[in-house]
Protein backbone atom coordinates (compact mmCIF):
# COMPACT_ATOMS: atom_id res chain seq x y z
CA UNK A 1 0.00 0.00 0.00
CA UNK A 2 2.41 2.28 -0.75
CA UNK A 3 0.13 5.13 -1.42
CA UNK A 4 -3.57 5.63 -0.05
CA UNK A 5 -4.65 8.74 -2.12
CA UNK A 6 -7.72 8.14 -4.29
CA UNK A 7 -7.51 9.90 -7.86
CA UNK A 8 -8.06 12.98 -9.27
CA UNK A 9 -11.35 12.28 -10.37
CA UNK A 10 -13.00 10.63 -7.15
CA UNK A 11 -10.91 13.19 -4.88
CA UNK A 12 -13.12 16.09 -7.13
CA UNK A 13 -16.37 13.91 -6.40
CA UNK A 14 -15.21 13.41 -2.70
CA UNK A 15 -15.12 17.42 -2.35
CA UNK A 16 -17.85 18.30 -4.62
CA UNK A 17 -20.15 16.30 -1.69
CA UNK A 18 -18.13 17.82 0.92
CA UNK A 19 -19.19 21.52 -0.26
CA UNK A 20 -22.39 20.48 -1.08
CA UNK A 21 -23.81 18.05 1.90
CA UNK A 22 -25.03 21.14 3.96
CA UNK A 23 -27.91 21.50 1.18
CA UNK A 24 -28.91 17.94 0.62
CA UNK A 25 -32.31 18.57 2.16
CA UNK A 26 -33.13 20.68 -0.66
CA UNK A 27 -34.65 19.49 -4.27
CA UNK A 28 -33.27 17.53 -6.45
CA UNK A 29 -34.19 17.21 -10.09
CA UNK A 30 -36.61 13.99 -10.94
CA UNK A 31 -34.14 13.30 -14.01
CA UNK A 32 -30.21 14.47 -15.11
CA UNK A 33 -30.02 16.61 -17.00
CA UNK A 34 -27.97 15.04 -20.52
CA UNK A 35 -25.43 18.03 -20.66
CA UNK A 36 -24.35 17.26 -16.87
CA UNK A 37 -23.09 14.03 -17.87
CA UNK A 38 -21.59 11.21 -15.80
CA UNK A 39 -19.50 13.18 -12.90
CA UNK A 40 -22.52 15.40 -12.52
CA UNK A 41 -24.74 12.34 -11.85
CA UNK A 42 -22.02 10.77 -9.58
CA UNK A 43 -21.73 13.84 -7.73
CA UNK A 44 -25.23 13.84 -6.66
CA UNK A 45 -25.31 10.03 -5.42
CA UNK A 46 -22.16 10.64 -3.62
CA UNK A 47 -23.64 13.24 -1.68
CA UNK A 48 -26.88 11.78 -0.72
CA UNK A 49 -25.07 8.41 0.24
CA UNK A 50 -23.07 10.55 2.24
CA UNK A 51 -25.52 12.50 3.83
CA UNK A 52 -27.68 9.06 4.23
CA UNK A 53 -25.08 7.51 6.33
CA UNK A 54 -24.51 10.94 8.25
CA UNK A 55 -28.33 10.55 9.02
CA UNK A 56 -27.91 6.88 10.12
CA UNK A 57 -25.03 8.07 12.59
CA UNK A 58 -27.11 10.88 13.92
CA UNK A 59 -30.20 8.54 14.51
CA UNK A 60 -27.83 5.90 16.33
CA UNK A 61 -26.61 8.27 18.39
CA UNK A 62 -29.86 10.05 19.49
CA UNK A 63 -31.09 6.52 20.34
CA UNK A 64 -27.96 5.72 22.36
CA UNK A 65 -28.33 9.01 24.24
CA UNK A 66 -32.27 7.96 24.72
CA UNK A 67 -31.54 4.62 25.91
CA UNK A 68 -29.05 5.84 28.64
CA UNK A 69 -31.20 8.70 29.64
CA UNK A 70 -33.66 6.46 30.38
CA UNK A 71 -31.76 4.16 32.31
CA UNK A 72 -30.60 7.34 34.47
CA UNK A 73 -34.67 8.55 34.88
CA UNK A 74 -35.27 4.80 36.23
CA UNK A 75 -32.78 5.08 38.79
CA UNK A 76 -34.34 8.33 39.57
CA UNK A 77 -37.58 6.75 40.26
CA UNK A 78 -36.52 4.11 41.57
CA UNK A 79 -34.21 5.99 44.52
CA UNK A 80 -37.62 8.13 44.64
CA UNK A 81 -39.63 5.62 45.65
CA UNK A 82 -37.32 4.45 48.02
CA UNK A 83 -36.85 7.61 49.70
CA UNK A 84 -41.00 7.43 50.10
CA UNK A 85 -41.27 4.30 51.61
CA UNK A 86 -38.51 5.73 54.16
CA UNK A 87 -40.33 8.69 54.44
CA UNK A 88 -43.73 6.44 54.85
CA UNK A 89 -41.84 4.48 58.00
CA UNK A 90 -41.15 7.22 59.78
CA UNK A 91 -44.39 9.00 59.55
CA UNK A 92 -45.59 5.69 61.00
CA UNK A 93 -43.35 5.90 63.97
CA UNK A 94 -44.25 9.30 64.64
CA UNK A 95 -47.73 8.93 64.11
CA UNK A 96 -47.59 5.61 66.44
CA UNK A 97 -45.70 8.07 69.17
CA UNK A 98 -48.35 10.66 69.08
CA UNK A 99 -51.04 8.14 69.88
CA UNK A 100 -49.22 6.79 72.45
CA UNK A 101 -49.23 10.22 73.84
CA UNK A 102 -52.88 11.15 73.25
CA UNK A 103 -53.67 7.83 75.06
CA UNK A 104 -51.78 8.34 78.02
CA UNK A 105 -53.93 11.69 78.28
CA UNK A 106 -51.71 14.13 76.52
CA UNK A 107 -50.50 15.36 80.19
CA UNK A 108 -48.36 18.57 79.99
CA UNK A 109 -44.97 17.05 81.00
CA UNK A 110 -43.67 18.80 83.71
CA UNK A 111 -47.40 17.40 85.33
CA UNK A 112 -46.26 14.65 84.35
CA UNK A 113 -43.12 14.57 86.31
CA UNK A 114 -44.51 15.78 89.44
CA UNK A 115 -47.11 13.12 89.45
CA UNK A 116 -44.33 10.10 88.41
CA UNK A 117 -43.74 7.81 91.45
CA UNK A 118 -39.68 7.55 90.01
CA UNK A 119 -38.89 10.92 88.41
CA UNK A 120 -35.54 10.18 87.68
CA UNK A 121 -36.72 7.47 85.57
CA UNK A 122 -39.21 9.18 83.82
CA UNK A 123 -36.69 11.95 82.98
CA UNK A 124 -33.97 8.93 81.58
CA UNK A 125 -37.17 8.45 78.74
CA UNK A 126 -37.83 11.57 78.43
CA UNK A 127 -34.46 12.65 77.57
CA UNK A 128 -34.09 9.48 75.48
CA UNK A 129 -37.35 10.33 73.54
CA UNK A 130 -36.84 13.85 72.92
CA UNK A 131 -33.35 12.50 71.02
CA UNK A 132 -35.42 10.06 69.27
CA UNK A 133 -37.79 12.54 68.03
CA UNK A 134 -35.07 15.07 67.10
CA UNK A 135 -33.28 12.60 65.04
CA UNK A 136 -36.24 11.24 63.23
CA UNK A 137 -37.65 14.78 62.56
CA UNK A 138 -33.87 15.53 60.99
CA UNK A 139 -33.82 12.53 59.13
CA UNK A 140 -37.42 13.11 57.65
CA UNK A 141 -36.72 16.59 56.61
CA UNK A 142 -33.62 15.19 55.39
CA UNK A 143 -35.85 12.93 53.13
CA UNK A 144 -38.59 15.83 52.19
CA UNK A 145 -35.20 17.71 51.20
CA UNK A 146 -33.62 14.95 49.01
CA UNK A 147 -37.41 13.85 47.71
CA UNK A 148 -37.62 17.32 46.53
CA UNK A 149 -34.19 17.25 44.88
CA UNK A 150 -35.43 13.77 43.17
CA UNK A 151 -38.35 15.55 42.05
CA UNK A 152 -36.35 18.13 40.12
CA UNK A 153 -34.22 15.78 38.51
CA UNK A 154 -37.03 13.54 37.89
CA UNK A 155 -38.56 16.38 36.13
CA UNK A 156 -35.34 17.67 34.29
CA UNK A 157 -35.02 13.91 32.86
CA UNK A 158 -38.22 13.69 31.32
CA UNK A 159 -38.00 17.25 29.91
CA UNK A 160 -34.28 15.86 28.73
CA UNK A 161 -36.34 12.80 26.73
CA UNK A 162 -38.82 14.79 25.72
CA UNK A 163 -36.24 17.03 24.05
CA UNK A 164 -34.15 13.47 22.68
CA UNK A 165 -37.15 12.03 21.73
CA UNK A 166 -38.02 15.17 19.27
CA UNK A 167 -34.56 15.20 18.02
CA UNK A 168 -34.63 11.27 17.22
CA UNK A 169 -38.21 11.83 15.40
CA UNK A 170 -36.39 15.00 13.58
CA UNK A 171 -32.97 12.37 12.73
CA UNK A 172 -35.99 10.64 11.26
CA UNK A 173 -37.59 12.91 9.43
CA UNK A 174 -34.31 13.29 7.70
CA UNK A 175 -33.68 9.60 7.24
CA UNK A 176 -36.66 9.62 5.55
CA UNK A 177 -35.65 12.66 3.35
CA UNK A 178 -32.48 11.35 2.33
CA UNK A 179 -34.42 7.97 1.28
CA UNK A 180 -36.62 9.74 -0.98
CA UNK A 181 -33.31 11.67 -2.62
CA UNK A 182 -31.72 8.22 -2.57
CA UNK A 183 -34.01 7.02 -4.55
CA UNK A 184 -34.26 9.81 -6.84
CA UNK A 185 -31.00 9.06 -7.56
CA UNK A 186 -31.40 5.80 -8.46
CA UNK A 187 -33.75 7.08 -11.17
CA UNK A 188 -31.02 9.04 -12.16
CA UNK A 189 -28.21 6.45 -12.26
CA UNK A 190 -31.07 4.08 -14.01
CA UNK A 191 -30.53 6.87 -16.95
CA UNK A 192 -27.23 6.08 -17.73
CA UNK A 193 -26.14 3.48 -20.19
CA UNK A 194 -24.99 0.12 -18.56
CA UNK A 195 -21.41 0.86 -19.30
CA UNK A 196 -21.73 4.23 -17.80
CA UNK A 197 -23.57 2.30 -14.39
CA UNK A 198 -21.15 -0.05 -14.08
CA UNK A 199 -18.06 2.36 -14.55
CA UNK A 200 -19.50 4.00 -11.36
CA UNK A 201 -20.13 0.87 -9.73
CA UNK A 202 -16.18 0.38 -9.69
CA UNK A 203 -15.42 3.78 -9.27
CA UNK A 204 -17.44 3.47 -5.73
CA UNK A 205 -15.93 0.03 -4.79
CA UNK A 206 -12.33 1.04 -5.93
CA UNK A 207 -11.31 4.40 -4.61
CA UNK A 208 -11.56 5.43 -8.56
CA UNK A 209 -9.20 2.45 -9.68
CA UNK A 210 -8.98 0.66 -12.90
CA UNK A 211 -9.59 -3.22 -12.46
CA UNK A 212 -12.08 -3.37 -10.15
CA UNK A 213 -14.67 -5.44 -10.10
CA UNK A 214 -16.82 -5.13 -13.30
CA UNK A 215 -20.49 -5.67 -11.90
CA UNK A 216 -22.59 -4.13 -9.24
CA UNK A 217 -22.72 -7.89 -7.30
CA UNK A 218 -19.43 -9.45 -7.71
CA UNK A 219 -17.23 -9.51 -4.76
CA UNK A 220 -13.57 -8.92 -4.21
CA UNK A 221 -11.69 -12.16 -2.97
CA UNK A 222 -11.19 -12.88 0.67
CA UNK A 223 -7.82 -12.23 1.96
CA UNK A 224 -5.53 -15.15 1.97
CA UNK A 225 -5.54 -17.37 5.13
CA UNK A 226 -2.45 -16.60 6.25
CA UNK A 227 -2.89 -12.68 6.90
CA UNK A 228 -4.39 -13.70 10.17
CA UNK A 229 -4.56 -11.00 13.34
CA UNK A 230 -2.25 -10.67 15.91
CA UNK A 231 -4.75 -11.71 18.93
CA UNK A 232 -7.65 -13.99 19.14
CA UNK A 233 -9.91 -11.15 20.04
CA UNK A 234 -9.17 -9.69 16.86
CA UNK A 235 -9.69 -13.20 14.66
CA UNK A 236 -12.92 -13.40 15.95
CA UNK A 237 -13.93 -10.14 14.89
CA UNK A 238 -13.44 -10.74 11.52
CA UNK A 239 -14.37 -14.01 10.76
CA UNK A 240 -17.60 -12.75 12.08
CA UNK A 241 -17.94 -9.88 10.29
CA UNK A 242 -16.77 -12.24 7.31
CA UNK A 243 -19.58 -14.54 7.79
CA UNK A 244 -21.91 -11.34 7.70
CA UNK A 245 -20.79 -10.97 3.83
CA UNK A 246 -23.96 -10.79 1.48
CA UNK A 247 -26.39 -9.08 4.49
CA UNK A 248 -28.29 -6.09 3.26
CA UNK A 249 -27.53 -2.86 4.93
CA UNK A 250 -30.63 -2.07 6.95
CA UNK A 251 -30.73 1.35 8.52
CA UNK A 252 -29.94 1.65 12.59
CA UNK A 253 -29.40 -2.40 12.56
CA UNK A 254 -26.95 -4.72 14.57
CA UNK A 255 -27.34 -7.93 13.14
CA UNK A 256 -27.70 -10.72 12.89
CA UNK A 257 -29.78 -10.62 9.74
CA UNK A 258 -29.10 -6.74 8.57
CA UNK A 259 -26.29 -4.31 9.70
CA UNK A 260 -25.87 -0.04 8.93
CA UNK A 261 -22.00 0.08 8.94
CA UNK A 262 -21.23 0.81 12.72
CA UNK A 263 -23.83 -1.68 13.60
CA UNK A 264 -21.84 -4.45 11.90
CA UNK A 265 -18.97 -3.44 13.88
CA UNK A 266 -20.36 -3.47 17.20
CA UNK A 267 -22.28 -7.05 15.98
CA UNK A 268 -18.51 -8.72 14.92
CA UNK A 269 -16.78 -7.77 18.23
CA UNK A 270 -19.70 -8.62 20.10
CA UNK A 271 -18.75 -11.81 19.01
CA UNK A 272 -15.39 -11.51 20.32
CA UNK A 273 -16.72 -10.84 23.40
CA UNK A 274 -16.02 -6.79 23.20
CA UNK A 275 -18.38 -4.11 23.16
CA UNK A 276 -18.04 -1.00 21.40
CA UNK A 277 -19.77 2.17 21.31
CA UNK A 278 -22.64 1.99 18.76
CA UNK A 279 -21.47 5.42 16.08
CA UNK A 280 -18.78 5.39 13.92
CA UNK A 281 -17.29 8.43 15.27
CA UNK A 282 -17.19 7.35 18.77
CA UNK A 283 -15.58 3.91 17.36
CA UNK A 284 -12.75 6.33 15.60
CA UNK A 285 -11.65 6.68 19.26
CA UNK A 286 -12.33 3.10 21.01
CA UNK A 287 -8.98 1.93 20.87
CA UNK A 288 -5.29 3.03 19.59
CA UNK A 289 -4.70 4.86 16.24
CA UNK A 290 -2.24 3.90 14.00
CA UNK A 291 -0.65 4.29 10.76
CA UNK A 292 -2.78 2.78 7.91
CA UNK A 293 0.70 1.35 6.59
CA UNK A 294 0.62 -0.64 9.70
CA UNK A 295 -2.94 -2.03 9.66
CA UNK A 296 -4.00 -5.70 10.96
CA UNK A 297 -7.17 -7.51 10.68
CA UNK A 298 -9.14 -6.54 13.27
CA UNK A 299 -8.65 -2.87 12.73
CA UNK A 300 -11.37 -0.47 12.77
CA UNK A 301 -11.26 1.71 9.49
CA UNK A 302 -12.69 5.04 9.57
CA UNK A 303 -13.54 7.42 6.59
CA UNK A 304 -14.33 11.32 6.35
CA UNK A 305 -13.07 13.93 8.32
CA UNK A 306 -16.45 13.35 10.38
CA UNK A 307 -16.05 9.51 10.54
CA UNK A 308 -18.98 8.89 9.17
CA UNK A 309 -18.38 5.52 7.53
CA UNK A 310 -16.23 2.60 9.40
CA UNK A 311 -15.30 -0.82 8.75
CA UNK A 312 -13.00 -3.45 9.61
CA UNK A 313 -9.71 -4.11 8.15
CA UNK A 314 -9.73 -7.97 6.69
CA UNK A 315 -5.83 -8.18 5.43
CA UNK A 316 -4.26 -7.74 1.62
CA UNK A 317 -5.33 -4.43 1.81
CA UNK A 318 -9.30 -5.30 2.18
CA UNK A 319 -12.13 -4.19 4.67
CA UNK A 320 -15.09 -5.51 5.32
CA UNK A 321 -18.24 -3.04 5.55
CA UNK A 322 -21.57 -2.25 4.70
CA UNK A 323 -21.48 0.07 2.02
CA UNK A 324 -24.71 1.95 1.84
CA UNK A 325 -28.68 1.28 1.73
CA UNK A 326 -29.47 -1.03 -1.06
CA UNK A 327 -26.23 -2.61 -0.72
CA UNK A 328 -25.10 -5.37 1.06
CA UNK A 329 -22.00 -6.50 3.03
CA UNK A 330 -19.06 -6.66 1.42
CA UNK A 331 -15.38 -6.78 0.45
CA UNK A 332 -13.75 -3.17 -0.93
CA UNK A 333 -10.37 -1.50 -0.70
CA UNK A 334 -9.07 0.02 2.18
CA UNK A 335 -8.46 3.30 0.30
CA UNK A 336 -11.87 3.68 -1.14
CA UNK A 337 -12.83 6.84 0.78
CA UNK A 338 -10.88 9.33 2.04
CA UNK A 339 -9.40 10.41 5.47
CA UNK A 340 -8.99 7.34 6.85
CA UNK A 341 -8.38 6.09 10.40
CA UNK A 342 -6.98 2.78 11.45
CA UNK A 343 -7.83 2.26 14.98
CA UNK A 344 -6.78 -0.76 16.90
CA UNK A 345 -9.29 -2.64 19.62
Known amino acids: MA ?15 AATAAASLGGVPASADPGAGTEATRAKVDRLYEEAERAAEGYNKAGEKRDALRRTVRQAQDSLARGQERVNRMRGALGA ?5 YRSGGLDPALVLLLSSDPDSYLDRASALDRVTARQSAALTELQRERRRLDQERAEARTALAELERSRAEVARHKRSVERKLAEARRVLASLTAAERADYERASRSGGRSGGPGAPDEELPPPPAGLGPADSRSAAAVLAARSAVGKPYVWGATGPTGFDCSGLMVWSYRQAGISLPRTSAAQRHAGRQVPLSQAQPGDLVTYRGDASHVAIYAGNGQVIHAPYPGARVRYDPVNMMSHVTVTRI
Open 3 to 17: SHRRPARVTVLTAAA
Open 97 to 101: LAGAQ
